[in-house]
């Protein structure tokens, strides 16, 4: 079975607190893709990483940063430092590497307070 | 305009009413698809679209009805509909002809069925 679990319903932190959002996957496939997508209030999810299977190297993106674990499946993503404007429902989704089709988590709601 | 557009944002329907949904894309790419996310499942796929052909039809009830006349438009046709339908009804477009690519979303249109 292919899946993708996001155990963290909803998380709320304090502005400037660091928060780690976590994701774990079910696939067979040894070639497959990763990625994280943010969705604010207004609806629109947005595109924040793509990892693949044969990749895993962490990558930091300014107060963002992954850490990709092939031997526990699993694709976390932190925030340093949070800020305001992160609050948003965050999903991580798994694509096997012979379709177009993207598996998503149930998504966490991040709130970060002031 | 720039990136993938969705119209209406908002559409309120009853169940014996037909209407179109609308998704515009002005990326250049090749692929597009149909999500729909309910409050109480993960986003789901419902049609994915490669050079103009149906590539995935993700066992969608037939009041849907997708159409792509050209790799930049893509549309959901809706009649008689169900209450259980209503859902923030997402497009995406992706560069289209390999399963590497990413998919980037438009701002979703909210269907309300009453």
């Known amino acids: 079975a292919q899946k993708v679990t996001q155990a963290q319903t909803e998380i709320s932190v304090v502005e400037k607190e660091d928060v780690t959002l976590d994701c774990v996957y079910e696939t067979r496939d040894t070639t497959y893709y990763l990625f994280w997508y943010k969705q604010p209030p207004s609806g629109e999810l947005v595109f924040l990483i793509r990892r693949n299977s044969f990749d895993e190297q962490n990558e930091i993106s300014g107060r963002y940063s992954w850490n990709f674990q092939k031997s526990t499946s699993s694709f976390n993503f932190t925030i340093t430092a949070s800020q305001v404007v992160d609050s948003a429902v965050y999903f991580c989704?798994?694509?096997?590497?012979?379709?177009?089709?993207?598996?998503f988590g149930q998504g966490t709601t991040l709130q970060v307070k002031p | 305009e720039t990136g993938v557009t969705q119209t209406p944002r908002h559409l309120v329907m009853g169940m014996t009413n037909k209407k179109s949904l609308k998704c515009e894309q002005h990326l250049g790419h090749n692929a597009m698809y149909w999500y729909k996310q309910s409050a109480k499942k993960p986003l789901e796929l419902m049609f994915v679209?490669?050079?103009?052909?149906?590539?995935e039809n993700n066992s969608v009830p037939s009041r849907f009805s997708p159409e792509c006349p050209n790799s930049s438009h893509l549309f959901l046709h809706l009649h008689t509909l169900q209450p259980e339908d209503s859902a923030l009804y997402l497009c995406?477009?992706?560069?289209?002809?390999?399963?590497?690519?990413?998919?980037?979303f438009g701002p979703g249109t909210r269907l309300t069925v009453l």
């Open positions: 995406a477009s992706s560069l289209g002809g390999t399963y590497t690519d990413t998919q980037y």
């Open positions: 679209y490669n050079f103009k052909e149906q590539t």
């Open positions: 989704a798994l694509r096997p590497g012979n379709t177009g089709k993207l598996i």
